[in-house]
């Protein structure tokens, strides 16, 4: 599947504060509140569409770290880019992760000419760290445990060559 990255809509973000994550994905869930901030220009999200639907998300900054690692300055050791991404909930376990992880990545360096790139993952999510791992990301530290979040790995990679 191509993916393409464009501006977030309203209607976008109505959509994926709709989408629910089973299990302990649930950490995932978008607050069906917070379609404003999605929108919110400073935090850089953008709707990824596939086949012409409405496939995922990515966010590009601030709004791509969680509350924990705030606390804990995590995010003002090293100079990269944080990515936060989304893929929608019926879609996720099927081999799309490493494509649509490049889609977001290109359109990141692209537009924003990063010196690298961080995210910040469930450590319980193996699945999507597999993915993380096979595009370059390393481990950089674990951190948490939250009330609500649980504990995280912060992953960096360089920037595209």
């Given at each position: 599947?191509?993916?393409?990255?464009?501006?977030?809509?309203?209607?976008?973000?109505q959509a994926i504060s709709r989408w629910r994550y089973d299990g302990p994905y649930w950490v995932y869930n978008v607050d069906p509140t917070s379609v404003d901030?999605?929108?919110?220009?400073?935090?850089?999200?953008?709707?990824?569409?596939?086949?012409?639907?409405?496939v995922g998300y990515f966010c590009f900054g601030e709004d791509a770290r969680v509350s924990a690692g705030r606390r804990l300055g995590v995010y003002e050791r090293e100079s990269a880019l944080d990515v936060g991404l989304?893929?929608?909930?019926?879609?996720?376990?099927?081999?799309l992760g490493a494509e649509f992880l490049s889609a977001g990545l290109r359109f990141a360096q692209d537009s924003y000419s990063?010196?690298?790139?961080?995210?910040?993952?469930?450590?319980?999510?193996?699945?999507?760290?597999?993915?993380?791992?096979?595009?370059?990301?390393?481990?950089?530290?674990t951190f948490g445990p939250t009330t609500r979040d649980g504990d995280w790995l912060l992953m960096?990679?360089?920037a595209l060559g």
């Open positions: 599947m191509r993916f393409t990255l464009l501006p977030i809509t309203r209607a976008d973000a901030s999605l929108l919110e220009p400073r935090f850089l999200y953008h709707a990824v569409y596939g086949t012409g639907d409405l989304g893929m929608r909930p019926d879609l996720t376990g099927q081999g990063p010196p690298a790139f961080r995210l910040t993952v469930a450590i319980f999510n193996r699945r999507a760290i597999s993915v993380y791992e096979r595009a370059g990301f390393e481990p950089v530290e960096k990679r360089g």
